[in-house]
């Protein structure tokens, strides 16, 4: 009992004081592996002390029901011992094959010391993919860079909208190709943003060298890094369907919804205004409906969801639900993220859960979607990056974005003009 009692104050203290690193082991297949081997020796160990002890010290009942009730007691104590160490075995295995999966074959030179090769701060594209068997190829209809400084973990999003047009490509064979922006496969698409990834898949030309799969991915971080001026170093991407079922896995997402929102592609739907839990199809919608509204209103939305799942993603939540999780995220994402940089990810990622998230999206009137300054949105992403985050819940930093924190009230969206463009985010509880 000493040592039992020893034990869970050691789990505690772990769990406590060191569950980001506890958190950063857990994406490490090796550790992981260890921990499953140590998880079922452990079990084993404990179970035959269990035995062992009750063969020592039973005592001679006189009464068949009284042995029975002994060993009965014996089993539910080995019982109480295998289940939390199969179970936690278990989610090793399936942390395990979800790291495998997903990064599997991305490799990237890390130094431990130094996990992101000295930057300041690290970019990340997040890609919303719209795909369905009756709509072939994959539409990037959701594009948010996520810039992240890698000390503080102060973030601000940029989103940039699927409509685009004139869009200038990267040197090499897509400049080539397009020398003065990018016009689509032809008369019958209208050459927009959102078109990138999947004329890169189909036309293995644009991006010589690289497989199926991964040409659409990297001319796109090159196009959007060449858009906001900043390099692009890793993506996510997500499917909307797979994103639903995340959000069902999570047991829901609490966001606030500012005015009714139609759903449905024959409008039978219908979320209501104020703050409630939205199942996965209900946050698909809400990300994604355009009904009596537009695309910018919609990306406002998204950020909103987006950053409602970032702070509700919390370490209980995810191990309650881990399995479903898992179950999902293998079939919903992909990414270029190497396993090597998962460590030093995790422990980002809890900095900037703890910190506020800012927002600027390229709408109108900021730009013209049909023809874009493209100097303007450089010289805005580098303006919002040099300015010191406004740490207060609620305050406006001189740019127009909004420092994202916990409001006990739901904040009006400034009104837009082109220096001071709309920050939806404002309006996120």
Same mark, same amino acid.
């Given at each position: 009992?000493?040592?039992?009692?020893?034990?869970?104050?050691?789990?505690?203290?772990?769990?406590?004081?060191? =569950?980001?690193?506890?958190?950063?082991?857990?994406?490490?297949?090796?550790?992981?592996?260890?921990?499953? /081997?140590?998880?079922?020796?452990?079990?084993? =160990?404990?179970?035959?002390?269990?035995?062992?002890?009750?063969?020592? @010290?039973?005592?001679?009942?006189?009464?068949?029901?009284?042995?029975?009730?002994?060993?009965?007691?014996?089993?539910?104590?080995?019982?109480? @011992?295998?289940?939390?160490?199969?179970?936690?075995?278990?989610?090793?295995? #399936?942390?395990?094959?979800?790291?495998?999966?997903?990064?599997?074959?991305?490799?990237?030179?890390?130094?431990?010391?130094?996990?992101?090769?000295?930057? &300041?701060?690290?970019?990340?594209? #997040?890609?919303?993919?719209?795909?369905?068997?009756?709509?072939?190829?994959?539409?990037?209809? =959701?594009?948010?860079?996520?810039?992240?400084?890698?000390?503080?973990?102060?973030?601000?999003?940029?989103?940039?909208?699927?409509?685009?047009?004139?869009?200038?490509?990267? !040197?090499?064979?897509?400049?080539? /190709?397009?020398?003065?922006?990018?016009?689509?496969?032809?008369?019958?698409?209208?050459?927009?943003?959102?078109? @990138?990834?999947?004329?890169?898949?189909?036309?293995?030309?644009?991006?010589?060298?690289?497989?199926?799969?991964?040409?659409?991915?990297?001319?796109?971080?090159?196009?959007? =890094?060449?858009?906001?001026?900043?390099?692009?170093?890793?993506?996510?991407?997500?499917?909307?369907?797979?994103?639903?079922?995340?959000?069902?896995?999570?047991?829901?997402?609490? @966001?606030?919804?500012?005015?009714?929102?139609?759903?449905?592609?024959?409008?039978?739907?219908?979320?209501?205004?104020?703050?409630?839990?939205?199942?996965?199809?209900?946050?698909?919608?809400?990300?994604?409906?355009? !009904?009596? *509204?537009?695309?910018?209103?919609?990306?406002?939305?998204?950020?909103?969801?987006?950053?409602?799942?970032?702070?509700?993603?919390?370490?209980?939540?995810?191990?309650? *639900?881990?399995?479903?999780?898992?179950?999902?995220?293998?079939?919903?994402?992909?990414?270029?993220?190497?396993?090597?940089?998962?460590?030093?990810?995790?422990?980002? %990622?809890?900095?900037?859960?703890?910190?506020?998230?800012?927002? /600027?999206?390229?709408?109108?009137? /900021?730009?013209?979607?049909?023809?874009?300054?493209?100097?303007?949105?450089?010289?805005?992403?580098? &303006?919002?990056?040099?300015?010191?985050?406004?740490?207060? !819940?609620?305050?406006?930093?001189?740019?127009?974005?909004?420092?994202?924190?916990?409001?006990?009230?739901?904040?009006?969206?400034?009104?837009? %003009?082109?220096?001071?463009?709309?920050?939806?985010?404002?309006?996120?509880?």
């Amino acid at each position: 009992m000493s040592i039992y009692v020893l034990m869970l104050g050691f789990i505690l203290t772990v769990l406590t004081a060191f =569950s980001a690193r506890l958190l950063s082991l857990a994406v490490q297949p090796r550790w992981i592996t260890v921990l499953a /081997l140590a998880l079922a020796a452990l079990a084993v =160990s404990w179970t035959t002390v269990i035995i062992w002890s009750y063969m020592l @010290v039973r005592p001679a009942a006189p009464h068949t029901v009284a042995r029975a009730l002994n060993a009965g007691l014996a089993i539910a104590l080995c019982a109480l @011992v295998l289940a939390p160490t199969a179970y936690a075995a278990r989610l090793a295995y #399936l942390s395990r094959d979800v790291v495998h999966t997903l990064f599997a074959g991305n490799s990237s030179p890390v130094v431990a010391q130094d996990p992101w090769n000295g930057a &300041q701060r690290v970019n990340f594209l #997040l890609i919303g993919a719209d795909s369905a068997p009756n709509r072939p190829g994959v539409r990037t209809d =959701s594009m948010t860079v996520a810039s992240v400084d890698t000390a503080t973990g102060a973030t601000t999003l940029f989103g940039l909208p699927r409509n685009l047009q004139q869009v200038p490509m990267p !040197t090499g064979p897509p400049r080539d /190709l397009f020398p003065y922006g990018f016009t689509g496969a032809g008369a019958a698409t209208p050459g927009l943003l959102n078109e @990138v990834f999947q004329y890169a898949e189909d036309h293995p030309e644009t991006v010589p060298g690289l497989p199926d799969g991964d040409r659409g991915p990297a001319l796109l971080k090159e196009t959007v =890094s060449g858009i906001l001026g900043i390099p692009v170093s890793y993506y996510a991407m997500i499917d909307m369907k797979g994103f639903a079922e995340i959000v069902d896995a999570m047991g829901g997402v609490r @966001v606030t919804v500012d005015e009714p929102i139609v759903y449905g592609r024959h409008r039978e739907g219908l979320l209501p205004a104020g703050t409630r839990k939205l199942s996965g199809e209900e946050a698909l919608w809400y990300g994604r409906s355009r !009904t009596d *509204s537009d695309d910018y209103v919609r990306m406002g939305r998204q950020k909103c969801l987006l950053n409602a799942v970032v702070k509700q993603a919390d370490p209980v939540t995810v191990l309650n *639900s881990f399995e479903g999780l898992a179950t999902a995220t293998k079939r919903a994402i992909s990414t270029d993220l190497p396993q090597d940089v998962l460590p030093a990810l995790v422990e980002l %990622s809890q900095k900037v859960k703890d910190t506020h998230i800012r927002s /600027l999206s390229f709408v109108p009137p /900021l730009i013209s979607t049909g023809d874009p300054d493209w100097h303007l949105i450089r010289r805005k992403v580098s &303006q919002v990056l040099s300015e010191r985050p406004t740490v207060a !819940t609620g305050h406006t930093a001189p740019d127009g974005t909004t420092a994202q924190g916990t409001a006990p009230h739901r904040t009006t969206p400034p009104t837009p %003009s082109p220096e001071r463009p709309l920050t939806l985010d404002s309006a996120c509880a």
